[in-house]
């Protein structure tokens, strides 16, 4: 909501695979009067968008090999000169994760720790 608020001539997609909590996005923006949120399952997507921005806390708990896969299909809609931030838990391997994305999207995308605080770690994913 926030992203919509402040950004009132983006589209902006709200993505999550809980039923409840796409009722409940659907809900609050249509109380907050927002017109620019399209609120959708993964599968749900176009095939052919790209994002400016995405903005996530990725489902770590799902486990390495689902996560990967997740993320190899998200950090591959970044349009040139955009950017994925995501927000992980240190102890849940945020560290290793941006290690990871290093590895796995160089030399077409840059992965750096931007920021930290308590127990946890924002990475930002950037297409060069």
């Known amino acids: 909501m926030s992203l919509a ?39 749900d997507v176009p095939e052919n968008i790209q994002f400016d921005e995405i903005w996530s806390n990725p489902p770590i708990r799902v486990g390495k090999v689902v996560l990967h896969e997740i993320l190899k299909q998200w950090i591959n809609t970044i349009a040139p000169g955009g950017v994925a931030r995501l927000v992980v838990q240190k102890h849940l391997g945020a560290d290793s994760l941006n290690k990871w ?9 840059e992965s750096t720790r931007i920021d930290s605080s308590k127990t946890f770690r924002v990475l930002k994913v950037s297409r060069i």
Do not use: W
């Open 101 to 109: 994305l290093m590895k796995e999207f160089s030399p077409e995308f």
């Open 5 to 43: 608020l402040h950004s009132s001539k983006a589209t902006v997609y709200a993505i999550d695979v809980n039923e409840r909590s796409l009722e409940l996005t659907q809900l609050n923006a249509a109380k907050l009067g927002l017109t620019n949120i399209i609120v959708c399952k993964p599968e």
